[in-house]
């Protein structure tokens, strides 16, 4: 079974300073990973997926992220962020595509 | 191009209800899943259809149910309602015609149980 790790639970960040989000996952066979950013009271907003080919995934609003296999990671980044990006970020792994399982979510606060 | 509807918004009922979830996917879209948002469990997936079949299932009690329709649309069902069932459930819509596509999320249905 595929697990996800979300290695910080809150991050508060400046605006316009840069972010990284951590996410480790688990998994012995090959998956496709997932950014998702969630607002208060709304669903879930894909940001970026990485499926195969080039390890760096350029997302929406600015946001990139980085698989390592070795690592067996999917780091989420921003540059430069902004107060609109106070949200709740999830990663998520889908093994084989019917499912996603996803990390426990990360907290971003930018504040001015 | 319209997204997952799910309906209603906001629902509460009382311990022993039972209660049925509405979700429209996106037009096209075959598969559905369904998954339920606490805060102390996080996102965890309760099943997924695919052409009016549930493919695969989540360890949920026999209390949660689905189905889908041949128009693609689906709902779920959770009888006897207990306090812990409060949460989000949200509906995810896939055409599954393209390998690693993901999920579209709708906004959710927010139940609370009393």
């Known amino acids: 079974a595929q697990s996800v790790t979300q290695l910080d639970s809150q991050v508060p960040v400046f605006e316009e300073a840069p972010v990284e989000l951590r996410c480790n996952y688990s998994?012995?066979?090959?998956?496709?990973l997932f950014w998702y950013v969630q607002y208060p009271n709304q669903g879930l907003q894909l940001l970026l997926k990485?499926?195969?080919?080039?390890?760096l995934v350029k997302g929406i609003n600015g946001f990139e992220a980085e698989f390592n296999k070795s690592q067996t990671s999917f780091h989420l980044r921003k540059p430069s962020v902004h107060i609109s990006d106070t949200a709740e970020y999830f990663c998520?792994?889908?093994?084989?595509?019917?499912?996603?399982?996803f990390g426990a979510g990360t907290t971003v606060t930018v504040r001015a | 191009k319209a997204g997952v509807t799910q309906t209603p918004r906001y629902l509460i009922k009382t311990r022993g209800q039972q209660v049925t979830l509405s979700c429209s996917p996106i037009?096209?879209?075959?598969?559905v899943s369904w998954y339920q948002q606490t805060p102390g469990q996080g996102l965890q997936f309760l099943f997924e259809?695919?052409?009016?079949?549930?493919?695969n299932k989540g360890n949920f009690p026999g209390r949660f149910s689905g189905r889908q329709f041949s128009n693609s649309r689906s709902e779920m069902n959770v009888s006897t309602l207990e306090l812990g069932d409060s949460a989000l459930y949200l509906c995810?819509?896939?055409?599954?015609?393209?390998?690693?596509?993901?999920?579209?999320f709708g906004s959710g249905t927010r139940l609370t149980v009393v």
């Open positions: 995810a819509s896939s055409p599954k015609s393209q390998r690693g596509y993901g999920y579209t």
């Open positions: 998994s012995s066979v090959s998956v496709y």
């Open positions: 990485y499926l195969s080919g080039s390890t």
């Open positions: 998520a792994v889908s093994v084989n595509d019917y499912k996603l399982s």
């Open positions: 037009s096209g879209h075959r598969s």
């Open positions: 259809y695919f052409s009016e079949t549930q493919r």
